[in-house]
């Protein structure tokens, strides 16, 4: 009795889970990709285009509503091809380029402001350090947002089984 059980124990133990899951997957009008698991968390005005999209062992399924028979596009990783892919992750690095480099110029004439404030002691100057301090602060969180908009492209990617060459 004790090798039946020890062997039913061993089998369910390495026999696969057939766990699912189901998520929803909707574009919002920026073009962000997002991800829920609640169907009531999906704004009123994208839920007539949220995907349902089956989790499981295996590679993931997008079921779009009322869609009867698979066309190219759904076949594709994510329901995109590869320009789509490769342009999205483009896009957003070339903008948080962009950021990166305005911020860079920010800190460089905020040294030299801060440099002129040492010598000449001018409210003018602190006030200009002030500003431009903003506007670094602005700057920061835009490319927060950005590295977090870029992060959910790569995870709906990952979960679309997009290849990693198409991410670059």
Known sequence: MKTILLSLLLLSLLAPSLVRAA???WTDAQGVV???DNRNNIP?????KASRVEVSDSAPAV???GATTASPAALAPGGHDER????RFKALRT???TLQDQRTGLDQQLVELRRKRTIFQRARDREAINTMEAQISTIDGKIS??????AALDLAAAQAAVPVEWRQ
């Open 84 to 87: 789509w892919w490769r342009d």
């Open 34 to 36: 997002h991800f829920t």
């Open 63 to 65: 079921v779009s509503p």
């Open 23 to 25: 998520f929803y997957q």
């Open 44 to 48: 009123k005005q994208y839920r007539d």
């Open 95 to 97: 903008e948080l380029k």
């Open 145 to 150: 947002e950005m590295l977090n908009r870029i």
